[in-house]
């Protein structure tokens, strides 16, 4: 039988004894021994002056106590950062890695400053959703509107979201399923929490998504659920010669039929009494446009619409 190399082995076990007592390593191995030598003791100190050696033990042998061992002291546990809380709206902020970030909760209106002075509403923070057909201008105004305030300010577009699916995309053009609907909902949802959760860290948003006016539910009454009641919706409409000339400089599958951009575009038409302003961008530039947008936000802010 094979024994790890520098593993002692113990003494034999006799049948009818116990183990054996007072076995040590030590004992089995006192150290190199040459074959032929009698093996040398260790020597021992001199006694100091006056010292009284002990009387011979009377009973059976016993091993020396050895002193005590002093404790070895443990190493102190790591210091964690406490993992990140998840808090309800209205409470505690949440840890991510290491910025807190508040919770992002449902947007409320925006307050009208107390002067008698129009709000500038490029130093507020505020929740925009540019709302009209293909070929409007949402995504180039919204970018420049962006892009140009003097507080931060992100833009979300639903088009853009809703191409994150790849494998698997439902395409509308290719007809408005419960598949495409599904995936248009989800987007939407995405959009609506990534609003909050910029909106909660003082990062005003630009949402831009065609919706019609004849479907609530599925439109601006969705993105008031997810975005919240301080949502500030404004209408991009300009005519439709604009809109078919707009849409034949795309490509891909943002590029629409004639026949569907204009269907599209009659639908958004109901847009007219509904409350919400509307700015017809048929003659205006992208800057001239984002100007605009900027004066009916400010009357926006003032005199909430109702919606």
Not at 147 to 174: C, K, M, N, Y
Request: charged letters at 15%; proline letters at 18%.
């Amino acid at each position: 039988m094979q024994h790890a190399v520098g593993s002692p082995l113990p003494p034999p076990h006799q049948p009818g004894h116990g183990p054996a007592v007072g076995w040590s390593p030590a004992a089995q191995h006192p150290g190199p021994h040459r074959p032929g030598s009698t093996p040398q003791q260790a020597p021992v100190p001199p006694r100091p002056p006056g010292f009284a050696a002990p009387p011979p033990p009377s009973g059976p042998l016993q091993p020396a106590p050895q002193p005590p061992v002093p404790p070895v002291p443990h190493p102190p546990a790591p210091q964690h950062s406490p993992p990140p809380r998840h808090a309800p709206a209205g409470g505690d902020v949440t840890v991510t890695g290491h910025v807190p970030l508040p919770p992002g909760g449902p947007v409320g209106m925006p307050s009208a400053p107390a002067a008698p002075a129009a709000p500038d509403p490029a130093a507020t923070t505020l929740a925009v959703l540019l709302i009209g057909p293909a070929g409007a201008g949402k995504t180039s105004v919204a970018k420049f509107w962006a892009d140009h305030r003097r507080v931060p300010t992100a833009h979300i577009s639903l088009d853009d979201v809703r191409e994150w699916v790849r494998s698997g995309f439902a395409d509308p053009q290719s007809g408005w399923n419960d598949h495409s609907e599904a995936q248009y909902r989800l987007a939407r949802r995405t959009c609506g929490f990534a609003a909050r959760n910029f909106l909660a860290n003082g990062i005003s948003c630009i949402l831009d998504d065609a919706i019609f006016p004849d479907r609530p539910a599925v439109g601006l009454g969705g993105w008031k659920r997810h975005v919240g009641p301080g949502l500030l919706p404004v209408v991009l409409l300009p005519g439709l010669e604009v809109v078919l000339e707009r849409n034949a400089e795309r490509s891909g599958n943002r590029r629409l039929a004639d026949e569907e951009v204009a269907r599209i575009h009659g639908r958004m038409a109901g847009w007219y009494g509904s409350g919400l302003p509307i700015i017809d961008n048929s003659q205006l530039d992208v800057p001239t446009t984002a100007r605009i947008l900027d004066d009916v936000l400010a009357r926006a802010i003032a005199s909430p619409p109702t919606w």
